[in-house]
């Protein structure tokens, strides 16, 4: 079945460590892009990627990083210099950047928790 | 700026009976999209339905339509019908402008429960 995956469900994280979160979609789509929710909030965006080897930041980037080496695979990296990273993550894809209609398609999510 | 409100932070329903949730939006371009997403407890979102600026119909998917008034600027989400599994998180999204491509704003949701 074609879908995105994220991985690991939970992650606990200690003061000023580094993680990363997995994101693999298998849809052969171009675009990606990452999402932070935050309880009882909308989703904010971080990062998005319109195509490999290229990605730009969301309204909020800092603290953030990603990569896009791979057309199905967008990492994102919670640095230790993202202040208050416990949220949830939600890795999207939609099939390419522009066109009207173009719906993205969300992962199961990521819970993030700093203690 | 851009933005979505959401009023309604959380609707009841009965089951069998419609619901509309509402969403008013703020922007400045012709061109634009507008999406609803529905967020069960299980955190994944499921894309419901779309609505373009240039749509001459409102969208329709199901038991699921978008009372679109562009003067309004409101795009509301009818579910006709309701049943149990529709209790959920609703977000109201928009895509601004052709150069925006795929970047959504997302409203604050409205939560709602569907009653036996």
């Known amino acids: 079945d074609g879908g995105i995956t994220q991985s690991p469900k939970y992650l606990f994280r200690k003061e000023g460590q580094n993680v990363t979160l997995s994101c693999e979609q298998n849809?052969?789509?171009?675009?990606m892009y990452w999402y932070r929710q935050d309880p009882g909030q909308g989703l904010r965006l971080i990062y998005y990627?319109?195509?490999?080897?290229?990605?730009q930041k969301g309204d909020i980037a800092e603290g953030y990083s990603v990569s896009r080496e791979k057309k199905e695979s967008f990492p994102l990296t919670v640095t230790s210099a993202q202040k208050n990273p416990t949220a949830f993550y939600l890795c999207a894809s939609s099939m390419d950047w522009g066109g009207s209609g173009r719906e993205q398609f969300f992962g199961p999510g990521t819970r993030l928790t700093v203690l | 700026a851009q933005k979505i409100t959401q009023t309604q932070p959380g609707m009841f329903v009965q089951e069998k009976e419609a619901v509309t949730l509402d969403c008013t939006y703020d922007t400045s371009d012709q061109s634009y999209g507008l999406f609803w997403y529905k967020q069960p407890s299980s955190g994944e979102m499921i894309f419901l339905i779309y609505?373009?600026?240039?749509?001459?119909q409102n969208a329709t998917e199901g038991r699921y339509s978008l009372n679109f008034q562009k003067a309004r600027k409101s795009a509301n989400l009818v579910i006709s019908a309701s049943q149990l599994g529709d209790s959920a998180m609703y977000f109201c999204a928009m895509r601004e402008g052709q150069n925006q491509g795929g970047k959504l704003i997302f409203g604050q949701g409205t939560e709602l429960s569907v009653k036996p």
């Open positions: 990627s319109q195509i490999v080897n290229d990605f």
């Open positions: 609505q373009g600026s240039y749509d001459e």
């Open positions: 849809l052969n789509h171009d675009a």
